[in-house]
């Protein structure tokens, strides 16, 4: 298993700001994935990170909004930059304990960004 | 490309009835299925997944899902509900292979139990 913790985990943001989420994991993993819940939807991936390597971002995000490091195997950061409105989101951090598409991935508790 | 649809957007029911919670899926390549909880104001919890084998898959917390390949389902049932399990449901999916892929989720179910 893994135990993940994310900070912060709430925050309210003034518009046009940035702000950088932490995730660190209690263990070395290879796969890291940031995914964005908006109030009352689903989870969308954000971004695969693995470390090594640069992010891998999904349709509709880039990384001048959304940069990501990945500095070693326990550690990752998301920041949500020059943040609108419309970025008020939970950004949920999640870790696959292996490479194996089966292994269990397991998320953070998430970081509640409200933007004013 | 993989979907998840999940069919029930809120499911009420009463404490200690049986509740089923609707997931279809859609891929052109074979899966595995995940079923996750997400309670209140916290992070998503892993119920049960579906990886090979036994078509019905039993998890935490009394909760059970059958994956049917015929009809593309992995429905998540529990025969009797507590006020505690009230919650989001969320079912996902996953490419079958060594790539490392993400999961990809469904619009989930809110669970919704009264006394």
């Known amino acids: 298993s893994a135990v993940i913790s994310q900070k912060p985990s709430r925050d309210i943001c003034q518009r046009g700001t940035s702000l950088t989420i932490q995730c660190q994991v209690d263990?070395?993993?290879?796969?890291m994935f940031w995914y964005r819940q908006q109030p009352g939807q689903s989870l969308t991936l954000i971004a695969t990170?693995?470390?090594?390597?640069?992010?891998?971002?999904e349709s509709g995000f880039v990384i001048d909004k959304f940069p990501i490091s990945r500095p070693n195997l326990t550690f990752s950061t998301l920041t949500v930059s020059n943040m609108s409105p419309e970025d008020s989101s939970i950004y949920l951090c999640?870790?696959?304990?292996?490479?194996?598409?089966?292994?269990?991935?397991?998320f953070g508790e998430g970081s509640w960004l409200t933007v004013v | 490309a993989q979907s998840v649809t999940q069919l029930d957007s809120q499911v009420p029911v009463f404490e200690e009835a049986p509740v089923e919670l609707r997931c279809n899926y859609s891929?052109?390549?074979?899966?595995?299925l995940f079923w996750y909880v997400q309670y209140p104001n916290q992070g998503l919890q892993l119920l049960l997944k579906y990886l090979s084998g036994s078509t019905l898959v039993k998890g935490i917390n009394g909760f059970e899902a059958e994956f049917n390949k015929s009809q593309t389902s992995f429905h998540l049932r529990k025969p009797s509900v507590h006020i505690s399990d009230t919650a989001e449901y969320f079912c996902?999916?996953?490419?079958?292979?060594?790539?490392?892929?993400?999961?990809?989720f469904g619009k989930g179910t809110s669970l919704l139990v009264t006394p």
């Open positions: 990170a693995n470390q090594g390597s640069e992010a891998t971002y």
């Open positions: 263990s070395q993993v290879t796969m």
């Open positions: 996902a999916v996953v490419p079958n292979s060594n790539s490392g892929y993400a999961l990809n």
């Open positions: 999640s870790v696959r304990t292996g490479i194996f598409s089966g292994n269990t991935i397991y």
């Open positions: 891929s052109s390549v074979s899966v595995y």
